[in-house]
């Protein structure tokens, strides 16, 4: 009888061992590097944060698709490992094949102290941004990492700021991104000018200027025959909470899209701007993304 109870705990002990190694293999670790890019266009260096999936460089031939990941206001390239756990979500959708290999790009383009630092995603005086992301960014990341190089490789999506950044790219560059999933995106804005002209130089002042002035609602309304045949080559999604105080913006974007017969997906789901709201997003967001990549 002894000698069966022992048994059967070494048969236990393997099993659990067996267990063990292959949630392993399932939900295999990537790695995540933080890379400072000296920019000329900006004049400064950007701090970047970049996903690599598990058994990345094994093989040099390989070339990943690659997703342009955006943070919102307030944050920078950390908030999506850090706060959001995006390696950790897309460690286990890889795993489990809901998601492919691929390497997640995610630029800093802001700073907490939104009225000293400026922050958005767009050109303003002194801080061409989508120039650096468009002309700098992306084609020194893509070769360094090998990913992307061409629309069926490269997707895009963010929150908030991110968000809408990520809306306004596609709809200007439809011609580089399979995708755009936007969550709680800021689309528009209706901008007060300030009665103390010092109040003008305050970069929240500019950043809300430059969303207002990259109206993604006013982008459909004036977008002509061949805008619009442009726009129907990108897979697009809208995901917002049902408490959101963006929720209106996201609700109108997605109706204007659908009245110009530009096929859009929209998810309302119960949730707040926060957290909670963009970290169960990435579930949605990501196999999204692995559906819409192609050779």
Known sequence: MHFRNRLLIMKRIILAICLLLSAGVLFA?????????????????VSVNVYLPDGYGELAATTYPVLYLLH?????????????????????????????????????????????????????????????????????????YRCGGSKGMRAISGLS???????????RHPDMFSSCYAMSAWLDQQVKEPEDPKDREDKFYLTS????????LKFVDEADDATVAALKGVKWFVDCGDDDYLL??????????????????????????????????LRLSLPFASRNFSR
């Open 248 to 281: 209106r913006l996201n609700v109108d974007f997605y109706f204007k899209m659908r009245a110009k017969g530009i096929p859009c997906e929209l998810r309302v789901r119960n949730g707040i701007h926060n957290w909670e709201y963009w970290h169960t997003a």
């Open 72 to 144: 919102g206001l307030y944050g920078t390239h950390l908030n999506w490992v850090e706060t959001g756990g995006l390696d950790l979500v897309l460690d286990e959708l890889i795993g489990t094949g809901e998601a492919a290999k691929m390497v997640v790009i995610m630029p800093c383009a802001g700073d907490p102290d939104i009225h000293a630092v400026q922050n958005g995603y767009f050109n303003v005086p002194g801080t061409p941004y989508e120039d650096f992301f468009f002309g700098e960014l992306m084609p020194a990341f893509e070769a360094k």
């Open 209 to 216: 200027v430059s969303v207002r002035d990259h109206s993604a």
């Open 29 to 45: 670790r990537s790695r995540v590097v933080t890379e400072s890019f000296p920019s000329e266009v900006l004049g400064r260096n």
């Open 161 to 171: 700021m991110g968000g809408g950044g990520s809306v306004v790219y596609a709809q």
